[in-house]
């Protein structure tokens, strides 16, 4: 690794003495935030409204804490435009995905932009902070921890991942998508672009997939406790429900 790679990658703070003190309080952040982001996926309600925001609070306090400025978390322009051919891959693949979808008749997707828009907002938000928890939380840690590129990011698509199951969906394409998005930020470093293609990509896979496949984008217990909405009419006949109502529902057990 560059000089100036390591240096803008670089995250321990002054109050870190020596190389175990910081390993030390970079391996704890590590092991703490994620399991209490797999214990809010695998906790029932109420409780894991608590958990969300105990989740929150750790995750804020220790990038506080770790804060070695935007650009080493990809919070910058520079590498946008770079960076952008991502948007545009996403793009292609949801395009196609709708043709397919359409042509076997399990496209839902909303009629309208604006109901595009208002279905689907909150999970845009919700993609770009995933993105910041797959890079900046868990890949510049294991960055830190083991010096070597390769172990970053087969370990950080692995636990983002693992993360999504048991949802099949999600578990493998969570993990192709996580070790590709690992590659791109190490190279052009922009957390922008990679919001957008996962929200490109998530909400393709919510339109164009039958709800009884990827159970509303859900993961872990909500997983688990799915269970499609049908509308029953006179003859009694089950009819599909647009995963777009349900989509943006308990987002803390859907994906990571």
Not at 72 to 88: K, N, P, Q
Not at 168 to 181: D, R, Y
């Amino acid at each position: 690794m560059s000089g100036s790679t390591a240096s803008a990658l670089d995250f321990s703070g002054p109050e870190w003495p020596g190389a175990a003190g910081w390993r030390r309080r970079t391996l704890l952040d590590l092991v703490v935030g994620y399991g209490l982001i797999l214990a809010v996926i695998w906790t029932p309600a109420p409780l894991r409204s608590v958990l969300y925001f105990v989740t929150l609070g750790w995750i804020g306090y220790t990038t506080w804490s770790s804060f070695s400025g935007w650009d080493a978390m990809g919070v910058r322009v520079a590498g946008f435009f770079r960076s952008l051919w991502v948007v545009g891959v996403a793009l292609c693949f949801a395009a196609c995905a709708v043709f397919v979808a359409g042509r076997m008749q399990t496209l839902h997707a909303p009629n309208t932009t604006l109901r595009l828009v208002q279905g689907f907002w909150g999970y845009t938000i919700w993609s770009f902070f995933q993105q910041f928890l797959l890079q900046d939380f868990v890949m510049r840690r294991l960055l830190k921890l083991t010096n070597d590129r390769r172990v970053a990011v087969i370990g950080a698509a692995g636990l983002f991942a693992l993360a999504h199951l048991p949802n099949p969906v999600l578990t493998v394409m969570t993990l192709v998508w996580g070790v590709a998005s690992c590659l791109v930020f190490l190279r052009c470093r922009n957390l922008f672009t990679l919001g957008m293609a996962h929200a490109i990509l998530g909400i393709c896979v919510a339109v164009t997939l039958p709800a009884s496949v990827q159970h509303n984008m859900r993961v872990g217990l909500g997983y688990l406790r799915y269970r499609p909405h049908v509308r029953r009419h006179l003859n009694q006949t089950d009819h599909k429900v647009s995963t777009v109502v349900w989509v943006m529902a308990e987002a803390a057990t859907r994906r990571l």
